[in-house]
T-cell receptor, first 113, second 111 residues
Framework: NAGVTQTPKFQVLKTGQSMTLQCAQD?????MSWYRQDPGMGLRLIHY???????DQGEVPNGYNVSRSTTEDFPLRLLSAAPSQTSVYFC????????????FGPGTRLTVT | TQLLEQSPQFLSIQEGENLTVYCNSS?????LQWYRQEPGEGPVLLVT?????EVKKLKRLTFQFGDARKDSSLHITAAQPGDTGLYLC???????????FGKGTTLSVSS
């Protein structure tokens, strides 16, 4: 099993550009989520999904969109990149929501200039 | 709002020393998890504690969940350079739909 995979590993965007961060898992997990990690801020939840076709907002959803058309994939779209979105983004999955181990991908380091 | 506060924020020690890091909240959590994150990687689960007063041991790491389920601690005995990393505590929100993370403790162990 590959676990949770994320692409790209690194990305540089100009302000106003859009892009999609890809996330896939091969563990048939129902629950998937996106976090951003900034120095001194810990992990902050952006969006999450409890199953295919169901998504909801987390703590910091503004400027991001998600969809979950399949169990395996959970892409994160930046609509119009801003310097404040410079961060490391982690995708995670777990068997279900709640008290289950979260499996994290290796992260995407995004810089917006 | 459920918050998890971790202390200290940074810890730099010599190999062989013991240390304790803390995770505190004013809210009751049904359970808490501890993750370790190494540079350039995603966090990896170390342990889940679910019962107030519970103590779990993982080799040189001892995890404790407070009796009131508002706090947890991680004690490392005889720290090694391989213990270096960011230690994060996390707990489920009240709806059980998301994990709330603390800001973490960055541990550096030098030989």
């Amino acid at each position: 099993n590959a676990g949770v995979t994320q692409t790209p590993k690194f990305q540089v965007l100009k302000t106003g550009q859009s892009m999609t961060l890809q996330c896939a898992q091969d563990m048939n997990h129902e629950y998937m989520s996106w976090y951003r990690q900034d120095p001194g801020m810990g992990l902050r939840l952006i969006h999450y999904s409890v199953g295919a076709g169901i998504t909801d907002q987390g703590e910091v959803p503004n400027g991001y969109n998600v969809s979950r058309s399949t169990t395996e994939d959970f892409p994160l779209r930046l609509l119009s990149a801003a310097p404040s979105q410079t961060s490391v983004y982690f995708c995670a999955s777990s068997y279900k929501a709640g008290l289950y181990e979260q499996y994290f991908g290796p992260g995407t380091r995004l810089t917006v200039t | 709002t459920q918050l998890l506060e971790q202390s200290p924020q940074f810890l730099s020690i010599q190999e062989g020393e013991n240390l304790t890091v803390y995770c505190n909240s004013s809210s009751v959590f049904s359970s808490l998890q501890w993750y370790r994150q190494e540079p350039g990687e995603g966090p990896v689960l170390l342990v889940t504690v679910v019962t107030g007063g519970e103590v779990k041991k993982l080799k040189r790491l001892t995890f404790q969940f407070g009796d009131a389920r508002k706090d947890s601690s991680l004690h490392i005995t005889a720290a090694q350079p391989g213990d270096t990393g960011l230690y994060l505590c996390a707990g489920p929100n009240q709806a059980g739909t998301a994990l709330i993370f603390g800001k973490g403790t960055t541990l550096s162990v030098s030989s």
